[in-house]
T-cell receptor
Framework: AQKITQTQPGMFVQEKEAVTLDCTYDTSDQSYGLFWYKQPSSGEMIFLIYQGSYDEQNATEGRYSLNFQKARKSANLVISASQLGDSAMYFCAMREGPENTGFQKLVFGTGTRLLVSP | DTEVTQTPKHLVMGMTNKKSLKCEQHMGHRAMYWYKQKAKKPPELMFVYSYEKLSINESVPSRFSPECPNSSLLNLHLHALQPEDSALYLC???????????????FGPGTRLTVL
């Protein structure tokens, strides 16, 4: 069963505007982690931001913030003041697996392609 | 420093060739991962090494053979591949969750593999 859902295959935004990329997840675990990665056309997966299920505050990293709504099981990425270099594929991912294994499998969504125009 | 390096960046090989992909990290991570990513798809986990031991093999065909010679290095040996194995191969590393730090996976730039 799909556990991470990204419903927006593509998004367009003008430079300097804010954009929200949607991500919903499904899990029965009490403890889990949510990640956002950016993948430019070069291929590298760049870590952007992390939200733990027990974190009370929404995560922020520079222009990136995570709108975490636990009851709705959503973890949307907000990019403020978009730049041309933000054009890329964005993946939402969730850590799954028991915590005591020491390493965690990531389950990825299908991604959202963001295009920033001048 | 959150750098994971991968070599080569591009690789073209025939179906009878033997080649290897290399991954290196110096962040003190004890978990290392291989992913395969086809075009327009998310990465798919292939293997996980934890403390240099193979912990997860996601039913990957035996023509892919991983190796972890030490805590900083991860190799993927390729033999008798098929054209459908053409993809971007990504390596990642992370701390262990029990170490008290986030287990964020940091990825390398990937190797674009073409099998002719």
């Amino acid at each position: 069963a799909q556990k991470i859902t990204q419903t927006q295959p593509g998004m367009f935004v003008q430079e300097k505007e804010a954009v929200t990329l949607d991500c919903t997840y499904d899990t029965s675990d009490q403890s889990y982690g949510l990640f956002w990665y950016k993948q430019p056309s070069s291929g590298e997966m760049i870590f952007l931001i992390y939200q733990g299920s027990y974190d009370e505050q929404n995560a922020t990293e520079g222009r990136y913030s995570l709108n975490f709504q636990k009851a709705r099981k959503s973890a949307n990425l907000v990019i403020s003041a978009s730049q041309l270099g933000d054009s890329a594929m964005y993946f939402c991912a969730m850590r799954e697996g028991p915590e005591n294994t020491g390493f965690q499998k990531l389950v990825f969504g299908t991604g959202t392609r963001l295009l920033v125009s001048p | 420093d959150t750098e994971v390096t991968q070599t080569p960046k591009h690789l073209v090989m025939g179906m009878t060739n033997k080649k290897s992909l290399k991954c290196e990290q110096h962040m003190g991570h004890r978990a290392m991962y291989w992913y395969k990513q086809k075009a327009k798809k998310p990465p798919e986990l292939m293997f996980v090494y934890s403390y240099e031991k193979l912990s997860i093999n996601e039913s990957v065909p035996s023509r892919f053979s991983p190796e972890c010679p030490n805590s900083s290095l991860l190799n993927l040996h390729l033999h008798a591949l098929q054209p459908e194995d053409s993809a971007l191969y990504l390596c990642a590393s992370s701390h262990q969750l029990t170490s008290g730090v986030t287990d964020t996976q940091y990825f390398g730039p990937g190797t674009r593999l073409t099998v002719l």
